[in-house]
Nanobody, 122 residues
Framework: QVQLVESGGGLVQPGGSLRLSCAASGFALDYWVIGWFRQAPGKEREGVSCISKSDGSRYYTDSVKGRFTISRDNAKNTVYLQMNNLTAEDTAVYYC???????????????WGQGTQVTVSS
C-alpha cells in the first residue's frame, strides 16, 4: 500500500524553526518528485517546495526562499522540509505529495499524505 506520512508539525513562536518529515511506505521515494504544499484556512493549497528525483534540483516559492530548505534521504525513504525564521503567515496544514515528473501544481501530484499542522504564534 502506497502511503506518505508527514510529521514534525506543531506550535512555534515567530522566528522559530521546525523540521517536517515525509516518510514513504509501499514505494521508493527516489523514483519520484516530492513536493511540499500548504493550505491555510480559507485559502487555496499552494506549492511551497519540491525536489527532483535525481540531481537534487529544488524549487521554492518566493515567500519561503532563504528560509526553507528541502532535502531527501533516500536510504531512509524520507524527504524533509527545514523551516527557519517562521512567521504567522506560515501557519497552515502542510502536506507532502509525490509525482513522476517535475512540477509544483497540486492537481498533478499522484499521492498525498494526511497533512501536519504548523502554527506560528506567540
Amino acid at each position: 500500500q502506497v502511503q506518505l506520512v508527514e510529521s514534525g508539525g506543531g506550535l512555534v513562536q515567530p522566528g522559530g524553526s521546525l523540521r517536517l518529515s515525509c516518510a514513504a511506505s509501499g514505494f521508493a521515494l527516489d523514483y519520484w518528485v516530492i513536493g511540499w504544499f500548504r493550505q491555510a484556512p480559507g485559502k487555496e493549497r499552494e506549492g511551497v517546495s519540491c525536489i527532483s528525483k535525481s540531481d537534487g534540483s529544488r524549487y521554492y516559492t518566493d515567500s519561503v526562499k532563504g528560509r526553507f530548505t528541502i532535502s531527501r534521504d533516500n536510504a531512509k525513504n524520507t524527504v524533509y522540509l527545514q523551516m527557519n525564521n517562521l512567521t504567522a503567515e506560515d501557519t497552515a496544514v502542510y502536506y507532502c505529495a509525490a509525482r513522476r515528473g517535475w512540477g509544483i501544481t497540486p492537481p498533478s501530484y499522484d499521492y498525498w499524505g494526511q497533512g501536519t499542522q504548523v502554527t506560528v504564534s506567540s
